[in-house]
Antibody
Framework: QEQLVQSGAEVKRPGASVRTSCRASGYTITTYYMNWVRQAPGQGLEWMGI????????KYAQKFQGRLTMTRDTSTSTIYMELSSLTSEDTAVYYC?????????????WGQGTLVTVSS | SYELTQPPSVSVSPAQTATITCSGDKLGTKYTSWYQQKPGQSPVLVIYQDSTRPSGIPERFSGSNSGDTATLTISGTQAVDEGDYYCQAWDSATVVFGGGTKLTVL
């Protein structure tokens, strides 16, 4: 069964960084892209970026350029997402979602989400 | 930047047909996907490549895409179909989501 399991909730101070993980199981991580999508409380879905686990190449949404980093560890089938310079506006549930194709594809499955709370 | 517009809410009676639209410039030239999200849960793919249902998604879910509008249709809507629905497409190598539509089954 193909699934994505994400790390637990985080609470961070403004200005700090957060690193969350997404572990894939049931398939070979290098054969699919991985996307990160976030959802602020009561709001819609917002795409953050994509990583190709086969070579580590990434593309980030313009909004997150300069403070978002996606990496992967193929030995543990894990993708990491690090967001720096956090503000209260970054409080959200962060999802990883397997991408079927780049520039045209869909997302399936999704991880269970990681709640990141930014508060002083 | 590219935008996808959805109605904030749609209401439907049980067993009736629900139609949720997603509008964007020349959207018909792009593949559209649809996701269902229930409170406190992760999104679930219900339609991809405009009209293809993933394994396990009921046949009552269907999709189409032409011109500037993609449409998700739920035939014989059931109470279990209540939730938020999001359309998604790619534009200029980035992903765009619609704002979401809350489906209420009255």
């Amino acid at each position: 069964q193909e699934q994505l399991v994400q790390s637990g909730a985080e609470v961070k101070r403004p200005g700090a960084s957060v690193r969350t993980s997404c572990r894939a199981s049931g398939y070979t991580i290098t054969t699919y892209y991985m996307n990160w999508v976030r959802q602020a409380p009561g709001q819609g879905l917002e795409w953050m970026g994509i990583i190709d686990p086969s070579d580590g190449s990434t593309k980030y949404a313009q909004k997150f350029q300069g403070r978002l980093t996606m990496t992967r560890d193929t030995s543990t089938s894990t993708i990491y997402m690090e967001l720096s310079s956090l503000t209260s506006e970054d409080t959200a549930v962060y999802y990883c979602a397997r991408g079927h194709g780049k520039n045209y594809g869909w997302f399936d499955p999704w991880g269970q989400g990681t709640l990141v709370t930014v508060s002083s | 930047s590219y935008e996808l517009t959805q109605p904030p809410s749609v209401s439907v009676s049980p067993a009736q047909t629900a139609t949720i639209t997603c509008s964007g410039d020349k959207l018909g030239t792009k593949y559209t996907s649809w996701y269902q999200q229930k409170p406190g849960q992760s999104p679930v793919l219900v339609i991809y490549q405009d009209s293809t249902r993933p394994s396990g998604i009921p046949e009552r879910f269907s999709g189409s895409n032409s011109g500037d509008t993609a449409t998700l249709t739920i035939s014989g809507t059931q109470a279990v179909d209540e939730g938020d629905y999001y359309c998604q497409a790619w534009d200029s190598a980035t992903v765009v989501f619609g704002g979401g539509t809350k489906l209420t089954v009255l």
